[in-house]
């Protein structure tokens, strides 16, 4: 089992816990994820690592509500627990990998967090700060409400803008304007990382390559089964087949077919789908084996 230790709501419908998992937290690094199981009768849901704490022995998870698993989840307490909590799943970023450091050191990287993006934003900055190095974040949000983790990032981070769609806080207007509007100032970014709804990395990519900045994307939103065997999180990457759950999350964004992705995404929401699709994909439509019936 592993315990909750601490629960603390971030914004309406978001959640964040702080979970004993040892293992997990001796090992995990920025970019990876978890597989979260409440009970015996629970979904197995992919969560990406927030932070963690190699001395606690603990991983921060950050839970939006937005089914019924994830309404079962949001109800768990402090002294609750987790019947199973399986990780590290995925590859850690590339710019949080120490063999890459002293590269990363030469660069000026902008990250721009969309909605729970922020979540998973937060561990890589903080890991970069940790290195010497500090990087600029952009955070979007529909409305105020919805925002978390600001003070957190600027903790870590060398700049912080925040953005909304209604304009209730920051600038208004969307991360891609808030991006261009620095690019318009003069400022020079070497790499871009967007996080966030799969509608947002899709437009931030197409700004970055009329921008000529390379851009790493996490593909964590199309994750279902989070071990390849299912097919959910299957894309195309440079013409080629990937899985976000073990090639990923992260990728080069201008190579992702975006328009693929969310159109699958949403056919494979129903069981007709799901059905057409493997027939389609043949072999190609799982991932880890290759070769499940």
Not at 8 to 17: Q, S
Not at 102 to 128: C, D, H, M, R, S
Not at 154 to 178: I, L, R, S
Not at 215 to 222: E, Q, R
Request: glycine share 10%; charged share 25%; net charge negative.
């Amino acid at each position: 089992m592993y315990p909750i230790v601490r629960k603390e709501v971030l914004a309406d419908k978001i959640v964040l816990m702080e979970v004993k998992a040892p293992r997990v937290s001796h090992s995990c690094l920025p970019g990876q994820f978890i597989i979260a199981k409440i009970d015996e009768d629970g979904e197995r849901i992919p969560l990406t690592i927030c932070d963690y704490d190699r001395e606690k022995e603990t991983v921060t998870i950050v839970v939006q509500t937005i089914g019924a698993s994830t309404e079962r989840m949001a109800y768990l307490e402090e002294g609750d627990s987790f019947e199973d909590f399986v990780g590290p799943l995925g590859q850690p970023s590339e710019l949080c990998v120490e063999e890459n450091l002293e590269e990363t050191k030469k660069l000026n990287i902008v990250f721009i967090a969309g909605g729970l993006g922020t979540a998973p934003v937060y561990p890589q900055v903080k890991w970069l700060h940790e290195h010497g190095v500090d990087a600029t974040v952009i955070m979007g949000s529909r409305t105020k409400d919805l925002l978390f983790y600001i003070d957190e990032m600027k903790a870590v981070a060398k700049e912080v803008y925040v953005t909304t769609d209604d304009g209730t806080y920051g600038f208004h207007g969307m991360g891609t304007n808030q991006l261009q509007a620095l690019v318009d100032e003069g400022k020079h970014y070497d790499r871009c990382v967007a996080i966030g709804p799969m509608i947002m990395m899709k437009f931030v990519c197409k700004l970055t390559k009329e921008l000529q900045i390379p851009t790493i994307v996490s593909m964590n939103p199309i994750m279902v089964d989070g071990t390849g065997m299912c097919g959910a999180c299957r894309l195309i990457v440079d013409g080629k087949v990937k899985f976000a759950c073990v090639d990923g999350p992260e990728f080069d964004g201008h190579l992702v077919d975006f328009d693929l992705a969310m159109a699958r995404m949403a056919q494979y929401k129903t069981e007709e789908g799901r059905k057409k699709l493997e027939f389609e994909e043949g072999d190609t439509h799982h991932g880890g084996c290759g070769q499940c019936s």
